[in-house]
């Protein structure tokens, strides 16, 4: 089959709540300096500053798959929008410290429940075929975002704004997520989700919508999936059954963040400042950073449905490990500080073409349908758990340790990863939702 306008206009919607993730949550590296200042924040206010909109995140994910599986993942994306618009208004006009803090958090719930939605309502509209690379373009627009905010950082820098120059860094997040909002109301519920109310109907006309080759086949089959689930009532995830996925959602939201992803890409200016970088040029490499990100990221894309999911995992883990110890002896030793950017370079650029691409598509496979969101909602939280800790102590850490400390842990835990990937995580590629949900689930 081929893909059709329908389908990637719908795909491209869902996926765009990725963009404004990958953007709100990396905006504020060209602002904390700003805001340090400003408050006269210490390295432990300065991490909550970072890490309180991902409190806000971890709340989103772990409450977006009941109200998901609720009200269906298009509706509660919607709601997800106005969070977004909320916070960078409120984030831009903050009249103090605590006001920025909360709004800071109300857009962290947004990024909580559309790292969880998006994938799931774009997971349930894709067929098998296509499924791993439109999902993956949900983790293209979070890298695209994250691109967006490293070069909105450095325009808005340029021109010189003075004290103002930290509120447009983060109000100007306002513009994507209006364009969000209005898109929302252009596109299909889940065929799924559908089904599951009984809608046949309208399930079975965005399946000839979305251009499923055997639409008929399809919708029998996410019947049959449905009947199973509607055995026990109001499903819990936490449950025996369910400890396979559980472990795989748990451990890659976990581990993706105990490689140092977000930690680097929230204080970039702060670790090329340490390597004695000035601030323009700190800007202007972390364009450099968010571009490999981009750029690998769409290989990442290409490759997920043929080299699989496991295979780019354990590549992934393998090259970032290495290139993390590079970046911590630069720093323990002192010495040969241009090689920094190269190896970061590296590091995410085998970051992005493996756990990048990988985590959403997934965490979005693992889980049947009766669970699927509140499955997501696991893995995506002890992502962002394991994200707001090791953004509120990174700081604190380069400043009662050494500036290599995290580093060392950070390569520690891709080893870690390496030996867990290869011994315990299965290959989901080229298998319907329904064949995964009978391989994975054990009684």
């Not at 009941?66 to 009200?71: A, S, V």
């Not at 857009?107 to 439109?134: D, M, N, Q, T």
């Not at 700190?282 to 769409?298: E, H, K, P, R």
């Not at 349908?369 to 509140?374: E, G």
Request: aromatic fraction near 12%; charge should be positive; proline fraction near 3%.
């Amino acid at each position: 089959m081929q893909l059709n306008s329908k389908l990637i206009r719908a795909t491209l919607t869902g996926a765009l709540g990725g963009l404004l993730f990958g953007f709100d949550t990396v905006v504020i590296s060209g602002a904390i300096d700003a805001l340090v200042r400003l408050y006269g924040l210490n390295p432990h206010d300065k991490g909550f500053t970072v890490a309180i909109g991902l409190v806000g995140t971890v709340i989103g994910a772990l409450s977006a798959g009941q109200i998901g599986q609720r009200l269906g993942s298009r509706e509660t994306l919607r709601i997800t929008a106005l969070l977004y618009i909320a916070s960078a208004l409120g984030c831009g006009l903050a009249w103090n410290w605590p006001s920025f803090l909360v709004f800071r958090f109300i857009g962290g719930l947004g990024i909580g429940a559309s790292s969880v939605l998006g994938p799931v309502y774009i997971a349930e509209l894709a067929p098998a075929k296509w499924r791993g690379r439109l999902v993956a373009t949900f983790q293209f627009n979070v890298v695209f975002g994250i691109m967006l905010a490293y070069i909105s950082n450095y325009l808005i820098r340029t021109m010189h704004l003075g004290a103002a120059e930290w509120r447009w860094q983060v109000g100007i997040a306002t513009l994507p997520a209006l364009g969000f909002l209005v898109l929302l109301f252009g596109i299909p519920r889940s065929p799924r989700w559908s089904a599951s109310r009984n809608e046949i109907d309208e399930a079975l006309a965005v399946l000839k919508m979305m251009g499923d080759p055997d639409p008929k086949a399809e919708l029998a089959d996410i019947q049959a999936a449905i009947e199973q689930e509607h055995a026990a009532a109001h499903e819990r995830v936490f449950q025996w059954k369910y400890r396979y996925p559980l472990f795989l959602a748990i451990s890659i939201g976990a581990f993706n963040q105990l490689a140092g992803i977000n930690a680097i890409l929230y204080y970039l200016n702060d670790i090329f400042a340490y390597a004695g970088f000035n601030q323009v040029s700190s800007d202007l490499q972390a364009i450099v950073i968010g571009a490999t990100n981009l750029v690998f990221c769409i290989v990442g894309m290409s490759l997920i449905d043929k080299a699989g999911r496991k295979t780019l995992l354990l590549i992934g883990a393998a090259g970032c490990a290495s290139c993390l110890g590079g970046v911590a002896w630069v720093f323990s030793s002192q010495s040969h500080h241009g090689a920094l950017l190269w190896l970061l370079v590296a590091y995410i650029a085998l970051f992005s073409v493996s756990q990048g691409s990988v985590i959403w598509v997934y965490l979005g496979e693992v889980f049947p349908t009766s669970v699927r969101s509140k499955g997501q909602g696991v893995g995506s939280a002890s992502h962002w758990f394991m994200n707001a800790l090791i953004a509120q102590m990174f700081p604190v850490i380069v400043n009662k340790m050494s500036t290599a400390s995290p580093f060392i842990f950070f390569a520690a835990m891709t080893v870690v990863q390496f030996i867990v990937v290869l011994m315990v995580y299965p290959e989901t590629k080229r298998q319907s939702l329904e064949q995964l949900q009978r391989r994975l689930i054990r009684a």
